[in-house]
């Protein structure tokens, strides 16, 4: 998949990400105002890049990271971030495609297994793990966002029939 090109409205959900983040980094107090903000913002979610499909019918096979014994789902506010991040991990020009997914982090988090969290910028100097209770909070109805009935998201065997999982540690 390609990066999407940028719009005014990814930009502002970008912007106000990165100060949520920011905040809640500084002050652990104010993680429910970065949950706030990430319900209704675009996360952008490597996808394999070894051969496999990543997407199958309405099944996306998504990369898990291990952190203090939890399994994340790395997802990045920009695809900028994405981008730089992922290109560090393997040999690859500045600036070169990386197979992604874009989507809500609610509808992210309405498809995940009950056990998996998220991973807000894996790897950048500014992150956050998003553990299950935080992902449930996300998951709640907005009312604005709503996933595919049918779509899935594949990351791991136990969790779900049909999920699978890519995983790779970052302990």
Known sequence: MNLPTTTVASA??????????????????????LLDVLKTARLYLPLPDDGTPAITGTAVTLPTVSY????????????ALLRELS????????????????????????????????????GASESVPVYPPGVAYLAEDVGAVGADAGAK??????????????HRSAD
């Open 12 to 33: 502002a959900d970008e912007g106000a990400v990165a100060r949520a983040l920011a905040a809640a980094v500084s002050d652990a107090g104010r993680i429910v105002d």
């Open 68 to 79: 203090l014994g939890n399994d994340f789902v790395p997802a990045y506010s920009s695809a």
């Open 87 to 122: 290109n560090q991990d393997r040999a690859a020009p500045p600036g070169s495609e990386v197979p992604h997914a874009v989507v809500r982090a609610a509808d992210l988090a309405r498809l995940l297994p009950p056990t998996i969290g998220i991973a807000l910028n894996a």
């Open 153 to 166: 998201a594949r990351t791991h065997e136990r969790a779900r029939p049909r999920l699978r999982r890519r």
